[in-house]
T-cell receptor, first 113, second 117 residues
Framework: GDSVTQMEGPVTLSEEACLTINCTYTATGYPSLFWYVQYPGEGLQLLLKATKADDKGSNKGFEATYRKETTSFHLEKGSVQVSDSAVYFCALRTSAGRRALTFGSGTRLQVQP | DVKVTQSSRYLVKRTGEKVFLECVQDMDHENMFWYRQDPGLGLRLIYFSYDVKMKEKGDIPEGYSVSREKKERFSLILESASTNQTSMYLC????????????????FGPGTRLTVT
């Protein structure tokens, strides 16, 4: 079945440091890939997505590239801010079958001033 | 502004009680979902519905049931709450009919943190 593997957290960084959160997946067919973010006390919101190989999703300074050859979708940001502190979830959805997302376990990011 | 609302942010219930969690979306979406979120496990799908009165089991349906009488409302029911159902429950919705494209975004509610004592 489909699955998503994320690096375990928490990840603790100083402000303006570079961020990479690794995400790899296993899926049948050709999935769409997503990064969702959950700020403290809130639900999940879509951060970025990519729908086919070599697509790059980007939003709020975050980027992720759909790498079919390595089945990866790593999240990157060049300079993090305290306000980026949150839990980040990698997820996928295939067009076949059910329309639910398959999520990774989440990675908590803590950015210190 | 799109919106998914959940009836309670925090809920405390006793073992054996029947619990109802309500979710309402205002986007006229066909598909609605219930997930539970637990530390280290991410989000796991409990049930989903792709149309009024239609439902399908997700990955962890045991101990839960659902109801969808109207398009905008999707209820999760814990028939007899147990302590292992203490969790954060998230409702989501997405558009698209059967065979919908995989790229459609899911919109999430704020979550209900349920504690069963």
């Amino acid at each position: 079945g489909d699955s998503v593997t994320q690096m375990e957290g928490p990840v603790t960084l100083s402000e303006e440091a570079c961020l990479t959160i690794n995400c790899t997946y296993t899926a049948t067919g050709y999935p769409s890939l997503f990064w969702y973010v959950q700020y403290p006390g809130e639900g999940l919101q879509l951060l970025l997505k990519a729908t086919k190989a070599d697509d790059k999703g980007s939003n709020k300074g975050f980027e992720a590239t759909y790498r079919k050859e390595t089945t990866s979708f790593h999240l990157e940001k060049g300079s993090v801010q305290v306000s980026d502190s949150a839990v980040y979830f990698c997820a996928l959805r295939t067009s076949a079958g059910r329309r639910a997302l398959t999520f990774g376990s989440g990675t908590r990011l803590q950015v210190q001033p | 502004d799109v919106k998914v609302t959940q009836s309670s942010r925090y809920l405390v219930k006793r073992t054996g009680e029947k619990v109802f969690l309500e979710c309402v979306q205002d986007m006229d979406h066909e598909n609605m979902f219930w997930y539970r979120q637990d530390p280290g496990l991410g989000l796991r799908l409990i049930y989903f519905s792709y149309d009024v009165k239609m439902k399908e089991k997700g990955d962890i349906p045991e101990g839960y049931s659902v109801s969808r009488e109207k398009k905008e409302r999707f209820s999760l029911i814990l028939e007899s709450a147990s302590t292992n159902q203490t969790s954060m429950y998230l409702c989501a919705s997405t558009g698209g009919l059967a065979g919908a494209r995989s790229s459609y975004e899911q919109y999430f509610g704020p979550g209900t943190r349920l504690t069963v004592t």
